[in-house]
């Protein structure tokens, strides 16, 4: 199943997708969700998750304004998620931040997540290494995490994506990459993390590599539309939004190598 | 007293509008009460409400992101609003998904709300039938729950307001049905939440039943106006913003009928 | 090191900013701080504060939807940053609805905040003067504000700013006031919230009068950009932000006296 089939499936079935992600990025990455075509749930009590959860097409789990009640109910999510053989998808925003952060970030990659997403910084503090990372930025190149990446998905039988200027993704196995887009997504807040709930919704409609290519190339492709027409950061997120909208399933090769 | 003229005392006196709404809708809700012409305060401390919420115009509550510790906010708001005759607004958002929430919406109207506001799924399920609901988008037609609001109309003594591609409001006496807007609504998310914020904004200004049916109004004109322009969902939210400020009172009975 | 040095070191050393903020301003206060050129931070977990405030280059605390977990945040956050002298700025938003706020701001007060930004009710307020403010809006002109600014300035040695059409600041010695922007921009919700955010990238890369006045004229002149070509609130936060980055740092000289 192609990514292109898979943006068609996703548009046809409009699956709900079970987001639990941080303050800054819920609205925008709902509007992102929409705006490809799935339906974004954003739920967190620990009373409804167990019920919710597996009737959901896929769960994303990102730790961006962590504290100890929210990774409580992303445990229990991600608990449900594995049961249920539902695919979820890891973003350890700014993990090597403190010692809170990357325990938290070790005790959910020990649930297994089906797709792992984060920044070149983040994805090599994951699988141990050092790194530049200053906050929620990247300090480093996706090329210089590409090993990192490689061992995450042997070590945890996950999909790894390393999204930057030019975005990296394997299985352990088969890799790709994705180039395109502007300097300017950067520097509009929570696209990041808007990328990893637009993966929950891929995820949802077709198998876990093409999906987390699919979804990077979607991104990549209204981000190059959009990267003509803006005069900055403001009117750079209007026409993303837009563009994730009018992006058709066979603009999706053109951005993939 | 006419919506139009419930617009322009709200503008004149830009009532305070006290919303305990969900994480997604925070801001998108504020923006739309602030461009309509009212002034929001997003406020939920247990410590706060008693003392807040009298001084307000109107309370609007959503279930949205709900938590134990909001859920006893929204109920000590609710109670605090009953006590003081101050008019309240409550949206059942996806109430239908778990046990959870069916049960933290039932109590809430059992507070006696002055508006129930809610997509056809919402209200379907409010009044205890099945629908189609999935998350927080509607499977059902608003036709289809007309029924059911007049009988939640008339069992708690409250407006009820059904959103869809043509609205309908009863008060279980009077009805009426607005019309007009986009399909692209419904794509740009927490626009139903932020539609409950201002009606609470018109329900400061004005009786209850043509206080819902002006923000109804309201919606739909500055709808039209952004469908007219927008080129996808970015792009409308940033015409319909502008819109809701322009909208003049005189325009509102146009899409009432 | 006059306003305009200190945006330029701002973007040459991208300060990683701390932003202790409401629910309704996150993603709008990201956004501007990325605008302007540094990078923001949302991090409130107890966990981890005290290792990561440190590695800031400043904090900002604003008081927005407070509770009691977030002020024990706030707290902890500016005895950290008091310790490693790295500068913070308070932003006390509508303290003057409840006890509970009102204690909330003197608390932090206490722990001598480097900046000390409101509107003209708000500092009215928290000098212990009668004001007429409503909500988070204003309900009284600049000017009736500065001689409380002014003593706020020498009781608590911090840096004063009042912002509203002609914003004032004051160290308790000098004063400066900066004059431009748009009616518009009370109508965009979290606007003064971000302007707090964007004061803690410029305490982060110089002095702290100088750096306030920066972050007000920096705001001035990017809200003259956007006035020339927005229709509504929509369009303005559009262009607003692109003009936060399109901003000289020489243009900043024009809006200050």
Known sequence: MAPQDILTALRDQNPLVHCITNYVAMNIAANVVLAAGAS????????EIPEFTPICGALTVNIGTLSSA????????ATVAGAHNIPWV???????????????????????????????????ALAGEAG?????????????????????ATQWGAVVAVT???????????????????????????????QTALM???CASG???QAALGA??????????????????????????????????????????
Chains 1, 2, 3 share one sequence.
């Open 207 to 209: 198998p876990a590599f």
């Open 164 to 194: 930057g200027p030019v975005d990296y993704v394997t299985d352990g196995t088969q890799t790709a990459q994705v180039s395109g887009g502007s300097p300017l997504m950067p520097k509009i807040t929570a696209l990041g993390c808007s």
């Open 70 to 77: 929210w990774l409580a109910s992303m445990t229990t999510a």
């Open 40 to 47: 974004p749930a954003m739920v967190h009590a620990p009373e």
């Open 90 to 124: 890891l973003d350890p925003v700014a993990h090597f931040i403190s010692d809170y952060r990357k325990a938290a970030a070790q005790d959910l990659l020990a649930l297994r997540p089906t797709v792992i997403r984060g920044n070149a910084s983040e994805i090599l």
């Open 200 to 202: 929950g919704a891929y």
């Open 132 to 152: 530049a990372g200053k906050g929620a930025d990247s300090g480093d190149s996706v090329d210089a995490a590409q090993s990192a990446a490689n061992a995450l």
């Open 216 to 257: 990077l190339a979607h991104f990549k492709v209204a981000g190059n539309a959009a990267a003509k027409v803006a005069n900055g950061p403001g009117s750079f997120q209007m026409h993303f939004l837009d563009a994730l909208r009018s992006t058709r399933p066979q603009d999706l090769a053109q951005v993939i190598a």
